[in-house]
């Protein structure tokens, strides 16, 4: 045996029960907007540890003689997980094709990738800031469930080896435990601030996470001995209240991605409560025990039902967020009780769904399954949304000549000052964010027509303006070059500067920043300004939105955000910039003006361009 346990041990143990409880409790606060759960996200690397804590003790409980002993923990754990699993999978199939059907392809791949638990891995492949929002994945919740499983299969591999190799195997299972958290902590800090999305969603660093967990069991027995039952009580105390302090107070808008340094805060702080097994009281309030009971249904139907609800068009009320929680919670239930707790399959009868399910899925990405299943209406809008972003985007965007993606690196362009500036006509400068770049294409033809010859630089999610924020550091490098060079050593050959951006990203306050700084620079130079106007945004792709209103025969409007229109009264209430109004403009029945959720499609931005020309190149500059 690697560890030995005390009878004590066999006890379920509450103090666990409360942390899933509180896990889950802050992962649905944090999904469905709830006000004070901002880092509710924490909830993941909370189950990350207690999974750790929980595997390892399994492990080293039923012993790791041989082979057959691992084999039999995978089969333990799917028999666990896969029965919810393909039960929830099965559901929201249904429910996609009947409520949302445009979205059951889309649905099909990703639900392909989750059956072999590698979700997390395709969705690092495949996100990116023109991809599909996140936020309209029904199965976006199940990258975490993917690294759970890596970790199952990997985690008992690594202790049978150690365990036979070393014959002082329970220290050097520590010291190897050790080294590799110090690894994966460390690619964690050197990944994290160049791929963001790698730190995330890679297995690699969020290994870490996990062994805080293991090592707990590992150092439990000799700490607590030296510790009064007192101290233990304290101890955890403090901990619980250093722990909600950090999900409600912790600034994670400030972090360079997540998880971070900052993740090892709360995380110590989990891992501190785990080590002290002390028995408070409040763990056993039936509201805990049921929400750690009942933990892994809620969170495998939650977020389906948010998705679905938003696709329906129904706004984040409180009373969609009771309706959603209801519902979550008698699935789960329902799940717990008759699926989970009396495994309907046993055995190698397990995988017989589950081959049938992805082969189900794999049929669906078919490229000719759309011809099959869809009107050809639903066929036109389903097209666009899977080609317009290879085929279109960019030549509307200017792709690899003029917008720089996020992606890329500041070189990859080369050097600004190879932009081709006249001496014969008006030299104007377009500079802004991807909302700038939508309307590369439109405002470069209108200025022909104007006779202007028009210089477009744009760049992913960057303000225009001097020391810009941004996510990306290939696009903030090169705006923070244009403000700190170009503009100053072309002053004299531009005439006028025209700025967009998505203004939503940003708060108020920074707004006013954005726009009094670009106020004195531009004054500085004498160079005069006009900013392009919001445009709108929708909750759903606005294709879908539109097809999804004709179906439920509701307004359009049920999908149109309102936080555009009130950004948009905010910067016309300040008065001090010239700002053209877009946001109101009616577009005519018949046509996508928007490809997905919140860009303009060249359809959009061609029926704008005419109107912005006026503004823009026949007044006096």
């Known amino acids: 045996m690697l560890y030995s346990f005390s009878p004590s041990d066999k006890k379920r143990r509450s103090d666990l029960d409360g942390i899933r409880a509180f896990a889950i409790f802050i992962v649905l606060g944090y999904h469905l907007q709830i006000p004070w759960f901002n880092n509710g996200f924490i909830g ?43 039960f929830m999978l099965g559901i929201v199939a249904i429910l996609v094709w009947l409520l949302v059907p445009l979205k059951i392809v889309d649905f099909a791949k990703n639900a392909f990738w989750s059956l072999g638990y590698l979700s997390n891995m395709y969705y690092y492949f495949t996100s990116g800031y023109f991809s599909t929002s996140a936020q309209l994945n029904f199965l976006l919740h199940t990258w975490s469930l993917s690294i759970e499983v890596q970790f199952y299969l990997l985690y008992p591999l690594l202790l049978f080896l150690l365990a036979k190799k070393s014959k002082n195997y329970p220290r050097s299972i520590v010291w190897s435990l050790v080294i590799l958290l110090c690894i994966s902590i460390l690619w964690m800090i050197l990944l994290g601030p160049k791929n963001e999305k790698a730190t995330f969603y890679l297995f690699p660093s969020r290994l870490w996470e996990f062994l805080c967990g293991a090592l707990i069991l590992f150092i439990r027995q000799p700490l607590l001995q030296k510790l009064s039952s007192f101290q233990r009580m304290w101890i955890a105390i403090l901990s619980w209240i250093s722990l909600f302090a950090l999900v409600l107070l912790l600034e994670a808008r ?43 249904g809620l969170y495998l139907w939650h977020w389906p039902l948010i998705v679905l609800a938003t696709y329906l068009g129904m706004d984040r009320t409180w009373t969609t967020s009771f309706m959603i929680i209801f519902i979550s919670s008698s699935v789960a239930i329902f799940s717990y009780q008759l699926i989970e707790r009396r495994t309907i399959t046993r055995e190698k009868k397990l995988l017989i769904p589950a081959i049938i399910m992805s082969l189900g899925t794999l049929t669906f990405t078919h490229p000719r399954i759309p011809n099959l299943i869809f009107s050809e209406s639903q066929l036109d809008t389903y097209r666009t949304l899977r080609d317009y972003k290879t085929q279109i985007a960019p030549v509307q ?30 030299n104007y400068l377009l500079i802004g964010d991807c909302h700038a770049g939508m309307f590369s294409y439109s405002l470069k ?37 244009l403000f700190d060079e170009f503009i100053p050593r072309n002053q004299y050959q531009f005439e006028k500067i025209i700025l967009m951006a998505d203004y ?41 939105a539109s097809a999804q209103a004709a179906r439920l025969n509701s307004p359009l409007k049920t999908y149109e955000l309102s936080g555009p229109h009130h950004v948009n009264r905010f910067i016309k209430d300040l008065k001090v910039i010239d700002y053209i109004e877009i946001i109101n403009f009616e577009f005519a029945e018949g046509g996508d003006f928007m490809y997905d959720a919140n860009h303009y499609s060249l359809y959009g931005t061609e029926m704008l361009s005419s109107i912005l020309a006026k503004r823009l190149f026949e007044a006096e500059p």
């Open 504 to 544: 939503t990203n940003y708060t108020a306050q920074e707004l006013k920043t954005f726009f009094k700084t670009n106020h004195d620079y531009f004054n500085s130079l004498k160079l005069p300004v006009s900013y392009l106007g919001q445009t709108k945004k929708y909750s759903v792709e606005y294709p879908i």
């Open 445 to 481: 033809r209108a200025a022909q027509q104007h006779g202007v010859n028009l210089v477009i630089i744009s760049m992913d999610e960057t303000f225009p303006v001097k020391n810009a924020p941004g996510n990306y550091v290939g696009p903030r490098d090169k705006m923070r070059y």
């Open 254 to 296: 400030d972090l360079q991605g997540w998880p971070s340094i900052a993740t090892i805060l709360p995380l110590l702080c989990v891992s501190v409560i785990i080590l002290m097994e002390f028995d408070l009281q409040v763990y056993r309030f039936p509201l805990i025990a049921n929400l750690a009971k009942y933990s892994y």
């Open 397 to 426: 965007y200017g792709f690899s000549k003029t917008h720089l993606q996020y992606h890329e690196p500041f070189e990859s362009l080369g050097t600004v000052s190879q932009i081709s500036l006249s001496d014969s006509i008006c």
């Open 44 to 86: 993941v690397d909370i189950f990350f540890v207690l999974s750790g804590y929980l595997i390892t003790e399994l492990l080293l409980r039923n012993g790791l003689e041989d082979r057959s002993d691992i084999i039999a923990f995978y089969w333990r754990r799917a028999h666990r997980l896969l029965p919810a699993f393909l």
